[in-house]
């Protein structure tokens, strides 16, 4: 009979080595692997299941059953699916627990019978804040287990309809011999979790942490196990919460929903402009409003941009600050400004952000980045009405970006008149007048930013 071997498992990337190493040869992280032990494999045996053609196999029965929160059911194509699996994840304090007790109440309040088992808090705090998210109802029970095994029995006495787990990380399987939140603890569990779900037709949810980085904590094989992977972030400082499918098995991960979050909690987000637009500041240099795609819903976020001039006589360093944007476009933007457009802001102090709590990472905001900065340097602001949407290359080019005709229906929409766009968009939006620029010296001269309000 073959001994158990013992190897040591990376936390992060899951990788294996035959002995411990200070940094793992797989992802380069630094102490993260730890001992585990390996079981021989078993004999064979017969198999649970034989092969039949694919036009013989039955459709699976059961329609998604849906939350009643409309943005949570835009992302999920309608609702829960019954057998399926979605991981949850996000950073601390962002609204988890709060997204996931507010649909297990409006779902209970529907007819289901919702078991969410606590991990990270007890019975009692989980009713303090259903009491303050007014999530009294019968039909959700609550227990504090962290055992998977008792899970299952909890699963077998009640036949929930929607299972609930939070967090994942926090769940142990007492026959396996690994310290809980491993690797090897969270695999098995996570794997243990979806045949149960499987087996009984049962919807469960998983809320799983995630790293500094912002990725899901855990190995790879916990975001292929499952059916469906939603990410809820936004900035703790403000209010908008942003909630995106990462995969989804049943329906496309190109939905978002967005949520606020208040004092008796989050609140679906059915006008974005109302909330990203609300305290705009007119006529002020530096401000322009740029369209973005969260997937296949058009955003208009407004841009920012402050430069301050350092005096000559103080030795310090120019600082580059993005807020919501990200930092190697809006280094790309400066060298762009200086090398193609002559606006060199190498001398100055340049801060970009993307106001309201958004994270914008496309190349669409680019034209828009490069105009609010020339607008702050010049003191000349652009006029309300317009927007400018366009990627920009490194020879100075404006390019067209992806869905360009949804994003100018939206502004028009919401009453803008003039967008600077790439050369080669097409006049199919009506309604909005489209000011066609080929680079960023040509949208400079289109917006008469290329003289500064002192001359």
């Not at 059911?73 to 996931?100: H, M």
């Not at 603890?185 to 779900?197: I, M, Y």
């Not at 968009?425 to 620029?437: A, K, W, Y």
Request: proline residues 6%.
């Amino acid at each position: 009979m073959a001994k158990e071997t013992t190897a040591f498992r990376c936390r992060e990337c899951g990788a294996t080595a035959p002995r411990w190493e200070g940094r793992c040869h797989a992802c380069g992280d630094w102490n993260t692997l730890v001992e585990e032990s390996r079981r021989p494999p078993s004999a064979p045996h017969e198999p649970s299941a034989r092969p039949i053609p694919v036009a013989e196999v039955p459709l699976a029965s059961g329609t998604a059953r849906p939350t009643h929160i409309d943005e949570l059911d835009r992302v999920l194509g309608g609702g829960l699916v019954p057998g399926s699996v979605t991981l949850l994840g996000g950073e601390p304090g962002i609204g988890k627990s709060t997204l996931l007790l507010q649909a297990l109440t409006s779902l209970a309040r529907s007819g289901a019978r919702c078991l969410l088992v606590c991990g990270e808090e007890s019975a009692a705090q989980v009713r303090l804040r259903a009491e303050r998210l007014h999530a009294i109802v019968p039909n959700l029970w609550l227990v504090a287990d962290p055992e998977v095994q008792g899970v299952v029995a909890h699963v077998q006495e009640l036949e929930p309809d929607i299972l609930a787990v939070d967090s994942v990380q926090t769940l142990t399987d007492i026959d396996l011999p690994a310290a809980p939140g491993s690797v090897s603890q969270v695999t098995g569990c996570t794997h243990r979790l979806v045949r149960l779900a499987k087996e009984r037709a049962m919807a469960a949810v998983l809320v799983g942490h995630v790293t500094k980085e912002g990725a899901l904590a855990g190995p790879r094989v916990l975001e292929h196990a499952v059916d469906t992977v939603l990410s809820f972030d936004g900035d703790r400082h403000h209010a908008l919460r942003l909630l995106r499918a990462l995969k989804h098995r049943f329906g496309a991960t190109g939905e978002l929903g967005l949520f606020e979050m208040g004092e008796t909690g989050l609140a679906a987000v059915t006008d974005p402009a109302a909330l990203l637009l609300a305290d705009r500041q007119h006529g002020t240099p530096g401000c322009v409003v740029t369209p973005v795609l969260e997937g296949e819903r058009p955003l208009l976020v407004e841009v920012q941009g402050l430069v301050s001039t350092i005096d000559p006589e103080v030795k310090v360093s120019a600082v580059r600050s993005a807020q919501g944007l990200d930092p190697k476009r809006l280094a790309l933007i400066l060298a762009v400004l200086d090398a193609r457009a002559k606006v060199s802001l190498y001398g100055a102090h340049v801060y970009a952000s993307a106001v309201g709590g958004v994270r914008v990472s496309e190349p669409a905001t680019d034209l828009a980045i490069a105009l609010a900065l020339v607008s702050t340097h010049h003191k000349q602001p652009l006029p309300d009405d317009v927007i400018a949407c366009g990627e920009v290359g490194l020879a100075g080019e404006v390019r067209q970006v992806p869905g360009i005709g949804r994003r100018l229906q939206e502004a028009a929409r919401l009453g803008f008149a003039r967008a600077v766009v790439p050369e080669s968009t097409p006049d199919t939006v009506r309604g909005i007048e489209l000011l066609r620029v080929h680079s960023v010296s040509h949208a400079i001269q289109v917006t008469s930013l290329n003289r500064s309000a002192d001359n």
